[in-house]
Every structure is written in structure tokens, then in C-alpha cells.
């Protein structure tokens, strides 16, 4: 069998940087004291908080850390989506594994090639996730919903051309509470020049994420 050069569209991945800021406040501030008598257990009562001060409680959130997430998806899975590749997966490196953690496998088997990320995003609130999941899928117009997975999901197929080769990719982002789990999963003929299915990208993919959905509601 004959080596074949990887398009560089494959072969030259980025490692995303999360970076998280927070802002926080404190109010304070007390009532006129009514009457001089009063005065000191008005000062003890009120002190450095109003009553009606708004509280610097925050909620809880459903998860505080990214999964394993070479550990996310069956081995059957991946041998499925992967023909030829490691189980074990390679983690890329991440600035903070405690908010962001991605697994990848890749293989080239005969003249067909298959790469798949399994990615985990963690947010400080609920409210920021879906706003996170919002923008991804104003990103990636012109795929749908996947229905029964997270608390919302959707998935995209997309084909592009390089140097006469064929790739077509399938990306799903699912929203968990205050997580984002993120799958893209692509292939390459390199006999043909042509691309997979959309259908078989797709449903692998929507395959991929329905189990790194359930590893992170589960624990990892």
C-alpha cells in the first residue's frame, strides 16, 4: 500500500484556550437609627449588610469539572468510528483541564482516513453555557436539532475541498447545564478524492455524543 500525504485541513488541529473571568460585588449600607436610645443595636443589627441587600450566594453549579474524556466513548465505539485507531485515544494538552478537556483519535486505514474529537467545555453558570451553545450554533448554520440528548443539542455536516480532496465533516454540540459537550468527527477517501456520506458522518457523531453526554451526566 502506498503512503499518502494528509491534507493540511487534517493534520493541523488548534487547541482551544478557555479563558473564564468572573465579577463579583459588595453592598453596604444601614437605615436612619429612629431614636438616639436606639442607636447602637440599630449599628449592631445593621452593620456592614442591608436587609435588603441582594445576596452574594451563588448557585450551585451541576458540574465543576470536566471528564476523562478519552474514557467517554465505548471501545466498540471507536473501533466503529475509528477503523485502525488506538482505544486509548491522545488527550490534547489543555490550559485548565478543570474547564476544558478534549480527546482525539485518528487512523488511516487502506485509503480512508477518520478523525474524531470528543471535546467537554465547563461553565461557571448555566446561564452561560447556553449562551456559549447559542453562539456555536449561530456559527455552524444550516444543521438541526438532535432531539433526546442534553438539554439541548444539534448537529451540522459540512464538505470542503482541498487540493482536489474531498472532507466531509459532522459537528454536534450538546448542552448539559453549565457543560458543553462538543463532537466533530470527519473522513477522507484518499483512493477516490471523494468524501463520506453525510448520513454516515452525521449519525456517527450524534452516536459519539449521546455517550460523552451520558459519561459527563454520570460522572465520566
Do not use: H
Request: charged letters at 25%; one cysteine or more.
Amino acid at each position: 500500500m502506498r503512503s499518502l500525504p494528509l491534507p493540511l485541513a487534517l493534520t493541523a488541529r488548534l487547541t482551544p484556550v478557555v479563558v473564564l473571568a468572573c465579577a463579583g460585588w459588595a453592598l453596604s449600607s444601614g437605615p436612619e437609627p429612629t431614636a438616639p436610645a436606639a442607636q447602637g443595636k440599630e449599628a449592631d443589627r445593621t452593620g456592614t449588610r442591608s436587609p435588603s441587600a441582594p445576596s452574594s450566594t451563588t448557585a450551585p453549579k451541576t458540574y465543576t469539572a470536566a471528564p476523562a474524556p478519552c474514557d467517554s466513548l465505548a471501545q466498540k465505539t471507536i473501533t466503529s468510528l475509528v477503523p485502525g485507531a488506538r482505544t486509548a485515544g491522545k488527550e490534547i494538552t489543555s490550559t485548565d483541564k478543570s474547564v476544558r478537556r478534549t480527546c482525539s483519535w485518528n487512523a488511516l486505514k487502506g485509503y480512508d482516513y477518520r478523525w474524531l474529537d470528543v471535546s467537554f467545555e465547563i461553565s461557571d453558570s448555566d446561564d452561560k453555557a447556553l449562551k456559549q451553545y447559542e453562539a456555536r450554533v449561530r456559527e455552524k448554520s444550516g444543521g438541526g436539532a438532535v432531539p433526546g440528548t442534553g438539554d439541548a443539542a444539534y448537529s451540522v455536516v459540512n464538505l470542503t475541498t482541498e487540493d482536489d480532496q474531498k472532507t466531509r465533516e459532522a459537528t454536534v454540540i450538546v448542552r448539559a447545564s453549565n457543560a458543553l459537550v462538543v463532537v466533530t468527527y470527519n473522513g477522507s477517501d484518499f483512493e477516490s478524492k471523494e468524501a463520506p456520506s453525510s448520513d454516515e458522518m452525521n449519525k456517527g457523531a450524534i452516536k459519539a455524543a449521546k455517550e460523552a453526554a451520558a459519561a459527563l451526566e454520570g460522572g465520566g
